[in-house]
Nanobody
Framework: QVQLVESGGGSVQAGGALRLSCAAP????????MGWFRQAPGKEREGVAG??????????ADSVKGRFTLSQDIAKNTLYLHLQMNSLEPEDTAMYYC???????????????????WGQGTQVTVSS
């Protein structure tokens, strides 16, 4: 079982910034695909950004490229996956979830259905 805990959501005006953080067990760094997903009311959950084990490759949805940035750091037994969100738009309003899946021999891909471990989510609200 992989426990994921998100933090950092909130309400901002358009053009503002927020930083989300996900705390995960340290061992996920070397063998898990880690990602951020979001779900707006009435919409399907979608991948926003992700990172492969060891940080070799990153993924960003077209809608967030150039505005959102992933980073990682490790403290003691915890991996922190940060999502820096700049130039926020009302369309970014959603519940944001951190998710993880064991990579194994397959490449990291970012369909929500492929991820088995999820955090509880953190709300991001962007007003115009």
């Amino acid at each position: 079982q992989v426990q994921l805990v998100e933090s950092g959501g909130g309400s901002v005006q358009a053009g503002g910034a927020l930083r989300l953080s996900c705390a995960a067990p340290r061992y996920t760094y070397s063998s898990y695909c880690m990602g951020w997903f979001r779900q707006a009311p009435g919409k399907e959950r979608e991948g926003v950004a992700g990172i492969s084990p060891g940080g070799d490759t990153t993924y960003y949805a077209d809608s967030v490229k150039g505005r959102f940035t992933l980073s990682q750091d490790i403290a003691k037994n915890t991996l922190y996956l940060h999502l820096q969100m700049n130039s926020l738009e009302p369309e970014d309003t959603a519940m944001y979830y951190c998710a993880a899946r064991f990579k194994g021999w397959s490449a990291c891909t970012w369909a929500p259905g492929e991820f088995g471990y999820w955090g509880q989510g953190t709300q991001v609200t962007v007003s115009s």
